[in-house]
Structures are given as C-alpha cells and as structure tokens.
C-alpha cells in the first residue's frame, strides 16, 4: 500500500468522509516508529523555525544579550494539544500518476511555458485530494516543485481548493512545506499590480477557513510559521526577508552597535499591499481566540505569532493599541489616553514575564508600543519591580527591552534610580546583559553616562589596583565573578575573552574621552602579551579596534600600538588580527607605519593567499614600501599633509586642532560618522591615482576644477553656437 504520510493511523476508515469530521486523533509524534532515510532536503530535526533544539524561542524583536537560557529553565509553557483529523488513503494510481510527474519534471531542463502547463495539468488533478496529497511526506514535495512552477491561476485555484481544510494542511510537517511554497510562489506575483485582486481572493479565501479556530494553528510549531509568512505577504514583505531574519541584527541596533536598518522600516511600513485584508484578519483571529488569551500568551508557537503581528503593525497607532491592550489582559472597553491600563491586573503581568514565552512577547510590546503606552508600563507595572525582574532568567530580558526603548530622560532616571547601584549584584548574578543594555540607553538618550561608567568601574575594581585592572576584569567578566577570592584573580590564559564584557568595553569607548579616562589608563596600562592575546580573540580585537576608533587623543592610541611591536606580522595574517593592525596602521604616526609595514613585508606571501591579506597588502602599499621605501615615506607624510589641511578647512570646529603627528584617526570619531567615511574614501582614491605625482593634493584638486570649468566653457560655448544655428534655419 502507499504511505499514508507522517504518521500513521490509529484506524482507517476507506469510506469518503468528510476529513475535519473525524474525531481519531494522530499517534503521539514520539511514538512515531516511521521514519524515512530519504528526506529531499526537509530537515528531520527537532529544531522547527523560530525554535531552536531545545524549544528556546528566538524573539522577532531580536536577539538577547545575555547567555542564560530561558527556555531550559522555563517548563511551565503551556501545551496546547491539536485538533486532528483522519486522512484518506492515497490511491496507488495517484500515487503512480505524481510518481510519473515528478521523474519528468525534477532535475530536467523543460522550456518554461511547457513546464508551467505540465505543472498546472498536475495540479488540476488534486483537486479534491489536496489534503491527504499535501500531507504525504513523498508527494509534498513533487507538490513543491509544481507550486513553484505553475501559473498564477493555477497557483491561487490550488489554494482556494485547500482552503476548507487549510488549517489541517498548514499544521502538518509536510503540509506546512506545500503551503509556505505556495505563499512564497505568491509573493513573486505580487510585484505585478493587476495580480492583486486575484491574489486578494484566495487569501480571503483562506482567511475564512483560518479565523474559524485560530488557536490550534498558533500553537503549532507547523502552522505558527506558516500563519507567520502569511502575515508576511499580506504586508507585502519579501517572503526571504522574514525567513533570513537574524536576531543578531536587532540586538546590534539595539546596542547601538548598528543604525537601525532603513530597508526595514520601508519594507513594513510604507509597503502597504493589503493594509485593510492585514487588519480585518488580526481582528477577527483576535476575537475568535477571545477566550483563549491566556493559552496565546504562555505557547512558544503563538508567542512567535503575536511578535510578527506587533512588527507588522508598527506605525499604527490605534490597532496597535488594541491589540497590547488585549495581549496584556486588558478589560477595559475604551480607555482613555494617559489610563491604557485601567482594568489591567498589575500582579498578573508581572507573573507572566517571568514565563518563557510572554517575556519574548513583552519585548516586543515594549520594542513597538507607542510612547503614552510604554510610559504607563514603565511607571505604573514595572517600576520599583526592575531589579527583582533582573534577578529572574526570563524577566531580566524585558528589563533589558525596557532600557533599550525608554524614550525620554525621565525614563532613563526611573531606570538608573532602580539600577544604578545594583551592577555589582547583576554581574555576580551573570546579568551583565541587563547592565550593557542600560549602558546602551544612557548613550542613546544622552543621561547618566558619566555615572554609569563610574559604576562599571566601581562594579569591578576598587581599592590600590584600581583603575589599572578595569579593562582585564571586564573582558573576562563571568571568570572573574565566578571566582570567590577575587582579590588573586589575574590574566587567564587561554580563556576566551567575555561577549558581553567585549560589548560594555565597545560602548564606553564610544562615548567622549572626558568621560572615561579611567578605561583609558587601564587599557593602555595592559601587559604586551595581554594586549597581544585580546587582538587574536574575536571579542578582544573587536576591543582594541574600538579603542583606536575612538576620539581619544592619538598619544594614548600610540602607547597602545607600540604594545604590538614586534607581532605585527603575526597578527597580520591572523584572522582576527588583520583587523587590528589595520586600525593601527591607522592611529600611529609615521614611524609607527613604517615598523609595521616592515614586519609585515617579509610575510608577503602568506598575506597573498589570506582572506584580508590582499586587501592589507593594498591598504598599506607594502609593494611600494619595498619597492621605494623613501618614496613611501614621502606619500605617507603627503597624506598626513593633505587630510590635516583638508579637515582644517572643511571639517567641524573640533577637527580643526591637530596635535603633532597625529593622523586623522585622532579626530574622526568626533565628526559625523557617515561623512567622514565618503570624505575618507573620495581622498584615499584620489592620492591612490596620484601616487606617483609630487603635486600637492589640495593643488590637484584644484587644477582638476579649473581645467573642467574650462572644458565646460568650451561646451556651452558650443551648444549656444548650434542652437543659434537651428534657430535661423527655422526662420
């Protein structure tokens, strides 16, 4: 007989009726003894999208910066079980006939407007059958090949087919597979306008099948994803944006470690494909899973569910309102603008961010709540409870959400009242995360950054090694605070340098140098062979290049890169490393280059074959080095030349002070960084293509305008002549 799909059936019934009529529930998916070696790409690990092996729900509002585990910990989520159905058997004709479609399609070259017809002919034919064909783990994916290769009619006639068991599809393993493709095969077409009301139909088609009991669907690890690139498409987002989304991307942006992403914000806001479809379905799959909040709220699935909504509603005020209200147990009918949370239990809240799943949907509140709403969260729900929340493995995340998305000042000071005093404790908890994500919001919003590096600082070191042992303790922040005599703890060898610690050090580099001398003496107080060992780490060079990206003065970037004497070389063809003698090479003065460039002219070779090597060799002009080292010498000091006097009539006030053989390392970070890049850039070109000249750069630039202010006087000279010219053969 044929396989009857993914699971097999308690009892089979051969009779034609109808699929959502049968109560027999599937066989327990770890009961499961049927297993195929051939998986065709499909993975057949535990590890579903979104979800990570161990059920650790990654957050659409990205990423965490702390490494405890919230899901392992976490075993009270919710289990909501889901509504079966019985499918019929496959006939082995069928079976025979998609057998025969898929050796003549897959892995052949077929003009494309015969495949479409030979794709959209088999399609046709499941007609009636979709759900049990859909669901069998061979055939879905000769459906998939067919989805991708049919015709618009075709594609939407196979889904307004599916519509009336759609849900039973989209929950399965290999259903889910059809449905996404045949989603995705949708999103191509929308690019065409005349498509859309076609399009439009059968998603409301499906729609109407989705919102008759939405929560089953929610909360299955199948249909969760599917219901998510469903509201994906409606928005008019690319189906791949969702599917390529990185939680690092956010976390970054939430660091300050990355401008928010512009594509972004364009794709979900000014996109709008279907805004009014998008609308009337969140708000009737929010009324028919009414009295099923609390459940929608503990799953992992329908946690997933609920974030993508919130993102994609982002810059609608009053939908967004109503739905957090409804996410946050409001019973209130209409509240009024400064009350939003009038009917809402306080208590209740704050139990629920301590579960796994509602702490990932609170940050996404928090991330996409309009400022009157998380300015109620803040004073009335969460406030005087911060430090108690930073304590707990899963609270600690929404602490950290509430700092990177205060508003205002005055937030910041509810949150620095609470937190301020406390980082030795959330650092001796392994909390650093929430402390690196206030550091964050004081940068942002410009308050309490002097006091919150004077509590790093006093967080990690006091008493006679004070500051000398600031930065060491920090990069290495979970060795020292594991450690019970701390007063004996020193360099450990070996050991990889901290993330979380490498990102606090990233951050207090960024701010002005005023503010963080102390950070200064320690990191240039560090031993040679530490400051070696920190280049090679992936945090620790991440480390030293901030330091040398700042706008500190270029005397202290120098007493740092002296440190490096001799292991340039090395360094250079070290993967991380590379990037540090870059940023050296940078920072240091004209004697400083030319040691660099000569430990590393001896490697050539090996730079060559490297993956940044090339682009070093070039950086640095080694081969013109040892070629014509004088002559080198002599481009190294005209480039100093050039950008001092550059920036000292072009650049900001506080750009126009150089100190003696300093480059422009020394200034950038204190200029818009944006420009200063493009400006970099256009003056780097130009004295690369003039390296042989002798002419002074601003010179060069200059008889470069005049001679073009002359070539452009010729030729308006000439087109005034032939206009005239036309004008009296008019005439």
């Given at each position: 007989m044929?396989?009857v799909?993914?699971?097999?059936?308690?009892s089979?019934?051969?009779k034609?009726?109808?699929l959502?009529?049968?109560?027999?529930a599937?066989?327990?998916?770890?009961n499961?003894?049927?297993?195929r070696k051939?998986?065709?790409g499909?993975?057949?690990?535990?590890?579903?999208?979104?979800?990570?092996?161990?059920?650790t729900?990654?957050?659409?509002?990205g990423?965490?910066a702390?490494?405890?585990?919230?899901?392992?910990?976490d075993?009270?989520?919710?289990h909501?079980p889901?509504?079966s159905?019985?499918r019929?058997?496959?006939?082995?004709?069928?079976?025979?006939?998609?057998?025969?479609?898929?050796?003549?399609?897959?892995?052949?070259?077929?003009d494309?407007?015969?495949?479409s017809?030979?794709?959209?002919?088999?399609?046709?034919?499941?007609?009636?059958?979709?759900?049990?064909?859909?669901?069998?783990?061979?055939?879905?994916?000769t459906?998939?090949?067919?989805?991708?290769g049919?015709?618009?009619?075709?594609?939407c006639?196979?889904?307004?087919?599916?519509?009336?068991n759609f849900?039973h599809?989209?929950?399965?393993?290999?259903g889910?597979?059809?449905v996404e493709?045949?989603?995705?095969?949708?999103s191509f077409?929308l690019?065409?306008?005349?498509n859309?009301s076609?399009?439009?139909?059968?998603?409301k088609?499906?729609?109407?099948?989705?919102?008759v009991?939405?929560?089953d669907l929610m909360?299955?690890?199948?249909?969760?994803?599917?219901?998510?690139?469903l509201?994906?498409?409606?928005?008019?987002?690319p189906?791949?944006?969702?599917?390529?989304?990185k939680?690092?991307?956010?976390?970054?942006?939430r660091l300050n470690l990355?401008?928010?992403h512009?594509?972004?914000?364009?794709?979900?806001?000014?996109?709008?494909?279907f805004p009014?479809?998008?609308?009337?379905?969140v708000?009737?799959?929010?009324n028919?899973?009414?009295?099923d909040?609390?459940?929608?709220?503990?799953?992992?699935y329908?946690?997933l569910v609920?974030?993508?909504?919130l993102?994609?509603?982002?810059?609608?005020?009053?939908?967004?309102?109503?739905?957090i209200?409804?996410?946050?147990?409001?019973?209130?009918?209409?509240?009024n603008a400064?009350?939003?949370l009038?009917?809402?239990?306080?208590?209740?809240?704050l139990?629920l961010?301590e579960?796994?799943?509602?702490?990932?949907?609170?940050?996404?509140?928090?991330?996409?709540?309009p400022?009157?709403?998380?300015?109620e969260?803040?004073?009335?729900v969460f406030?005087?409870?911060l430090?108690?929340?930073?304590?707990?493995?899963?609270a600690?995340?929404?602490?950290?959400?509430l700092?990177?998305?205060a508003?205002?000042?005055d937030?910041m000071?509810l949150?620095?009242?609470?937190?301020?005093t406390k980082?030795?404790?959330l650092f001796?908890?392994?909390k650093?995360g929430?402390?690196?994500?206030?550091?964050?919001?004081t940068q942002r919003l410009?308050?309490?950054?002097h006091?919150?590096c004077q509590?790093?600082?006093a967080?990690v070191?006091t008493?006679?090694?004070?500051?000398k042992?600031i930065?060491?303790?920090?990069?290495?922040?979970?060795?020292f605070?594991s450690l019970?005599?701390?007063?004996n703890w020193?360099?450990?060898?070996?050991?990889?340098i901290?993330?979380?610690?490498?990102?606090?050090?990233?951050?207090?580099?960024?701010?002005?140098?005023?503010?963080?001398?102390?950070?200064v003496?320690s990191?240039?107080?560090?031993?040679?062979?530490?400051v070696l060992?920190?280049?090679?780490?992936?945090?620790g060079?991440r480390v030293?290049?901030s330091?040398?990206?700042?706008?500190?003065?270029?005397?202290?970037?120098?007493?740092?890169?002296?440190?490096?004497?001799?292991h340039?070389?090395?360094?250079?063809?070290?993967p991380f490393?590379s990037?540090?003698v870059e940023?050296?090479?940078t920072?240091s003065?004209?004697?400083?280059?030319e040691t660099i460039?000569s430990e590393?002219?001896?490697?050539?070779?090996?730079?060559?074959k490297?993956?940044?090597?090339p682009?070093?060799?070039?950086?640095?002009?080694?081969?013109?080095?040892?070629?014509?080292?004088?002559?080198?010498?002599?481009?190294?000091?005209?480039?100093?030349?050039?950008?001092?006097?550059?920036?000292?009539t072009?650049?900001?006030?506080e750009?126009?002070?150089?100190e003696?053989e300093?480059?422009?390392?020394?200034?950038?970070?204190?200029s818009?960084?944006?420009?200063?890049?493009d400006?970099?850039?256009?003056?780097e070109?130009?004295?690369?293509?003039?390296k042989t000249?002798?002419?002074?750069?601003?010179?060069?630039?200059v008889?470069?305008?005049?001679?073009?202010?002359?070539?452009?006087?010729?030729?308006h000279?000439?087109?005034g002549?032939s206009?005239?010219?036309?004008k009296?053969?008019k005439?």
């Amino acid at each position: 007989m044929v396989s009857v799909g993914l699971h097999a059936l308690v009892s089979r019934n051969h009779k034609g009726c109808d699929l959502t009529e049968q109560p027999t529930a599937w066989e327990n998916q770890t009961n499961n003894q049927w297993v195929r070696k051939r998986t065709m790409g499909r993975k057949t690990s535990k590890k579903h999208a979104g979800v990570n092996a161990d059920h650790t729900v990654e957050s659409v509002s990205g990423g965490n910066a702390d490494d405890n585990n919230r899901s392992h910990k976490d075993k009270k989520t919710t289990h909501v079980p889901q509504t079966s159905f019985l499918r019929k058997q496959i006939d082995p004709e069928t079976a025979k006939y998609f057998a025969e479609i898929a050796n003549a399609i897959e892995g052949t070259e077929i003009d494309p407007e015969e495949r479409s017809v030979i794709c959209g002919n088999a399609l046709e034919e499941t007609r009636g059958k979709e759900a049990e064909l859909a669901t069998d783990y061979i055939i879905s994916h000769t459906l998939q090949t067919l989805l991708e290769g049919c015709s618009l009619d075709h594609l939407c006639s196979f889904l307004q087919s599916c519509a009336k068991n759609f849900s039973h599809i989209a929950a399965d393993r290999s259903g889910s597979h059809v449905v996404e493709t045949a989603l995705k095969s949708l999103s191509f077409h929308l690019q065409d306008n005349e498509n859309h009301s076609l399009i439009e139909h059968a998603l409301k088609k499906i729609c109407k099948a989705i919102v008759v009991n939405p929560v089953d669907l929610m909360c299955n690890c199948h249909g969760s994803h599917v219901l998510r690139s469903l509201l994906y498409l409606f928005k008019g987002v690319p189906l791949e944006e969702f599917h390529s989304t990185k939680s690092s991307v956010g976390l970054a942006e939430r660091l300050n470690l990355k401008a928010p992403h512009a594509k972004d914000n364009v794709s979900l806001q000014s996109v709008q494909i279907f805004p009014s479809l998008l609308k009337k379905f969140v708000s009737e799959m929010l009324n028919a899973a009414s009295e099923d909040i609390s459940k929608l709220q503990m799953n992992q699935y329908s946690s997933l569910v609920l974030q993508t909504v919130l993102k994609l509603l982002a810059g609608n005020e009053q939908e967004l309102l109503h739905l957090i209200r409804v996410l946050l147990g409001s019973s209130a009918g209409n509240a009024n603008a400064g009350n939003l949370l009038e009917g809402i239990t306080i208590r209740n809240i704050l139990r629920l961010v301590e579960e796994t799943a509602y702490s990932h949907l609170m940050e996404a509140i928090l991330e996409f709540a309009p400022e009157t709403l998380y300015n109620e969260l803040l004073t009335k729900v969460f406030r005087k409870s911060l430090f108690r929340m930073s304590s707990h493995h899963c609270a600690n995340f929404v602490v950290q959400a509430l700092a990177s998305h205060a508003k205002s000042q005055d937030h910041m000071d509810l949150i620095w009242e609470e937190l301020g005093t406390k980082f030795r404790d959330l650092f001796e908890m392994g909390k650093s995360g929430v402390v690196v994500s206030v550091l964050a919001a004081t940068q942002r919003l410009h308050s309490h950054e002097h006091e919150c590096c004077q509590a790093i600082a006093a967080a990690v070191c006091t008493g006679d090694e004070f500051p000398k042992c600031i930065v060491p303790r920090i990069l290495f922040l979970e060795n020292f605070f594991s450690l019970r005599d701390k007063s004996n703890w020193s360099w450990p060898h070996g050991t990889k340098i901290h993330v979380v610690g490498s990102l606090i050090l990233q951050s207090i580099f960024r701010l002005p140098s005023e503010l963080i001398q102390v950070y200064v003496t320690s990191i240039t107080s560090l031993e040679e062979h530490h400051v070696l060992e920190a280049s090679k780490d992936p945090s620790g060079s991440r480390v030293i290049e901030s330091f040398l990206n700042s706008n500190i003065s270029g005397k202290q970037k120098r007493k740092l890169v002296a440190k490096l004497r001799g292991h340039f070389g090395e360094l250079s063809v070290h993967p991380f490393g590379s990037f540090t003698v870059e940023k050296c090479f940078t920072a240091s003065n004209l004697n400083l280059r030319e040691t660099i460039v000569s430990e590393m002219l001896p490697l050539q070779p090996e730079l060559s074959k490297s993956k940044q090597g090339p682009y070093l060799l070039r950086k640095l002009d080694i081969d013109g080095f040892a070629r014509q080292p004088d002559q080198w010498k002599s481009r190294q000091a005209s480039q100093q030349s050039a950008l001092k006097e550059f920036y000292a009539t072009f650049g900001p006030k506080e750009t126009k002070s150089f100190e003696k053989e300093s480059f422009l390392a020394d200034t950038v970070s204190k200029s818009k960084p944006g420009k200063l890049k493009d400006i970099r850039k256009e003056i780097e070109t130009t004295l690369a293509s003039a390296k042989t000249s002798n002419t002074p750069f601003l010179a060069h630039q200059v008889s470069k305008k005049v001679k073009r202010s002359k070539d452009e006087k010729k030729r308006h000279r000439k087109d005034g002549e032939s206009e005239s010219k036309r004008k009296k053969i008019k005439v």
